[in-house]
């Protein structure tokens, strides 16, 4: 995707469009030959953009779509996701299934294991194209949030 296109997001590049699309008409109000009148243009473009979400790869610091893995403690590297398959990835959620490894400080980082079990990922609550928001269930069972916002300069 473009990069101007992202940074200035969907509402300001509908603007853009419909301003545009102002211009192609008359000042009768009437489409002129050049094209479709300007609610039909800002509904085939914003039905167009309308593509999936991302989601930060903190390692590389890209947007991504449907990863393999992701680092969801990218401070210390201490929780991952690997081997995921993703079963739908939607513009509001998207789930997959995949094994977590997980840094068990005990009895302290240096000398503690990874854990590892299988866990589910649903990521969340969109903004600006991207997913901000990962929850996975921890391997004791239990739900847990992790920050997966957009890519940070």
């Known amino acids: 995707m473009n990069s101007f296109v992202r940074a200035i997001g969907l509402a300001g590049t509908t603007l853009a469009v419909a301003a545009a699309a102002l211009v192609t008409t008359s000042c009768a109000g009437q489409a002129s030959s050049a094209g479709p009148a300007p609610s039909s243009v800002v509904a085939s473009f914003a039905a167009s953009r309308m593509e999936a979400p991302v989601v930060n790869d903190c390692v590389a610091n890209k947007a991504v779509e449907k990863p393999a893995s992701m680092l969801l403690a990218c401070g210390d590297g201490g929780l991952s996701v690997?081997?995921?398959?993703?079963?739908?990835?939607?513009?509001?959620?998207?789930?997959?299934?995949?094994?977590?490894?997980?840094?068990?400080?005990?009895?302290?980082?240096?000398?503690?294991?990874?854990?590892?079990?299988?866990?589910?990922?649903?990521?969340?609550?969109?903004?600006?194209?991207?997913f901000t928001e990962a929850a996975i269930t921890d391997l004791d069972g239990k739900p847990e949030t992790w920050p997966v916002g957009p890519i940070r300069r």
């Not at 398959?85 to 939607?90: A, E, N, Q, R």
Request: glycine share 12%.
């Open 82 to 130: 690997r081997d995921i398959t993703w079963s739908s990835w939607g513009p509001d959620t998207a789930e997959g299934d995949g094994t977590e490894y997980r840094r068990v400080c005990e009895p302290s980082c240096a000398a503690g294991r990874t854990a590892s079990g299988a866990t589910h990922v649903t990521l969340r609550k969109v903004q600006d194209g991207y």
